[in-house]
């Protein structure tokens, strides 16, 4: 399966966790998980902004996603990234207006990416992207303390309390440049929630939804890029 996780290096993770024991049994150690797709001649990637089909208005979502997205990529290092900075100086004007519209899907046509040295062209879509904030009241107690020092509940005040959630989702497809009809990657939905509860909470809407969206993004990057993690191993 395509979203099927692999553990490279097994050598080296051997021996690691070998010299480990040695050392003093130490029971954590970095690990590097590798997309089943991935190959080494993949080295560089075109990211195009993602298409916005959910309710949003106003700024695209998908311009959002990718600027996130395209600097999740450069922090991971597995690829070079070419994004729409780069495409301006790479592309003539008519095939960059098309590339950055943000209708780019797995079906478009390629062509116009020949002379950019990438091997495959990340597009997607956001399908939802929204946010809501709810109010109720709740009737919070009062103490106080008998003459003895008992504590009892005087009587009940109304406190008001607001709920901020988010909802991000998203999809992506890694196509292949040589062979676009069988792409690396085609991303199962990835949808990411995030809320804030309190009087007040710790995040508006907006901070809900910027927090929805990078975990978003961190999951989609940890599908299609070596990951380093970290696993404890038993003496």
Not at 15 to 35: E, F, N, Q, R, S
Not at 221 to 230: A, E, G, H, K
Request: glycine content about 4%; hydrophobic content about 35%.
């Amino acid at each position: 399966m395509s979203s099927k996780r692999i553990l490279s290096h097994h050598i080296i993770i051997a021996l690691l966790g070998l010299c480990a024991c040695i050392g003093g049994c130490d029971k954590k150690m970095w690990v590097y998980d590798t997309p089943t797709f991935y190959k080494p001649e993949l080295k560089s990637i075109v990211v195009l902004p993602f298409r916005n089909e959910s309710t949003a208005t106003g700024q695209n979502p998908g311009t959002i996603i990718v600027d996130k997205l395209v600097a999740a990529l450069r922090a991971n290092g597995t690829y070079t990234v070419y994004s729409r900075n780069e495409l301006k100086t790479l592309m003539d004007d008519q095939d960059l207006q098309l590339a950055l519209s943000g209708e780019a899907d797995p079906s478009m046509d390629i062509s116009k990416f020949t002379n950019i040295n990438a091997q495959a062209i990340l597009v997607g879509a956001v399908t939802t992207y929204a946010a809501t904030s709810a109010n109720r009241t709740e009737q919070q107690p009062v103490y106080a303390y008998t003459r003895k020092g008992k504590q009892y509940i005087s009587h009940y005040i109304p406190k008001q309390f607001t709920r901020n959630e988010a909802n991000v989702s998203l999809t992506a497809t890694l196509i292949n440049k040589r062979d676009p009809d069988n792409p690396y990657y085609n991303s199962p939905p990835i949808t990411k929630q995030a809320f804030a509860d309190g009087s007040p909470p710790q995040m508006d809407p907006y901070g809900c939804t910027a927090y929805a969206s990078d975990l978003a993004v961190q999951d989609l990057v940890s599908r299609i890029c070596i990951v380093r993690r970290q696993i404890k191993i038993k003496p």
